[in-house]
């Protein structure tokens, strides 16, 4: 019963939300209104579903907002406005992602070096060379018809940009419960030492999981010029806690070996449905903080409080 509580923990909080939302606006439960919220929390949340692959193998990655900012830079440029470049800008940009994600991966891999600090240290320099890269000033220009696809809306409703999160998030889901590479992750997180006796290639494990993370990291910044249809060089500043915030509120453990991607779902929601909620109030941005913080912390406390160990 504990452990039924504990995974729904943050389903409850979602539904006090949005119940508390309906009463400050009857029209927030509105069906396009949702999925309006879910179209804005595919940048975060596509980023977040990577982040939740690397944690359950017992690491973090805080490169993420990063990669998002450059990501959202070199596609737009690569577009340059014309249509037939839109493949090759897709292709250059995952590719400069991964790659990313491949060099996070490989130091962790074979220098034990700290995640906290190398992804750290990973962000800064990606930022830095979204700065030299763009000359400090939004560059590129979007080509005709990338932004109308992604933002176009199926049944008049839902937009592909949210159908992209949800798909992305299913199939990681699907992976972690059904394939070697998810159970792995498991065993790697719960305890590296007997993973490493069972046999387990932890070095290519953490590789790969790093380099997936990059490569969602740069869907998320596909997504997010798909949104704005603005090329920022800081446009994902913050994005990586927003997305650490969501995975631990949706249950995923620093330390590894625990966790679920629908759980983070849940946990973008959470942040976006507030998000929404503080706008509506009219607070300044200092007030939204304020107020997200607090959200953040009583989201917390409730799943600790529900996953304690009786007695």
Not at 90 to 98: D, E, F, G, N, R
Not at 148 to 177: H, Y
Not at 235 to 256: K, M, S, Y
């Amino acid at each position: 019963m504990r452990r039924t509580l504990s995974a729904a923990a943050i389903w409850l909080v979602l539904l006090a939300l949005l119940a508390a939302a309906a009463l400050l606006s009857p029209g927030f439960l509105d069906p396009a209104y949702l999925v309006n919220i879910v179209r804005q929390a595919a940048p975060v949340g596509i980023a977040a579903v990577g982040v939740t692959l690397v944690m359950i193998l017992g690491g973090v990655d805080l490169s993420v907002g990063a990669i998002i900012s450059f990501a959202a830079v070199l596609c737009a440029v690569q577009m340059e406005g014309r249509v037939e470049n839109i493949p090759f800008a897709l292709a250059t940009t995952l590719a400069a992602s991964v790659a990313i994600g491949l060099f996070n991966g490989i130091v962790i891999a074979f220098n034990r070096v700290s995640p906290f600090i190398l992804t750290l240290g990973t962000a800064l320099a990606v930022y830095g060379l979204t700065q030299v890269y763009s000359g400090g000033t939004a560059r590129g220009v979007v080509a005709p018809g990338f932004r109308e696809f992604f933002n176009f809306r199926l049944g008049d409703l839902v937009p592909v940009l949210a159908l992209t999160f949800v798909a992305l998030a299913i199939l990681a889901e699907a992976a972690l419960r059904t394939t070697r590479y998810g159970r792995s992750l498991y065993l790697v997180g719960s305890n590296r030492a007997a993973a490493a006796l069972a046999g387990l290639p932890i070095a290519r494990l953490t590789i790969a999981t790093y380099a997936i993370s990059g490569l969602l990291a740069g869907v998320g910044g596909i997504a997010l010029l798909a949104r704005s249809g603005v090329s920022s060089t800081f446009a994902g500043r913050g994005f990586e806690f927003d997305a650490l915030a969501a995975v631990v509120l949706g249950g995923t453990t620093f330390e590894g070996g625990r966790g679920n991607v629908a759980g983070t779902v849940a946990g973008v929601l959470v942040l976006f449905v507030a998000f929404n909620m503080v706008n509506m109030l009219g607070l300044d941005y200092n007030s939204q903080l304020i107020v997200k913080g607090v959200i953040i912390i009583a989201a917390s406390a409730a799943y600790t409080r529900l996953n304690r160990d009786p007695g």
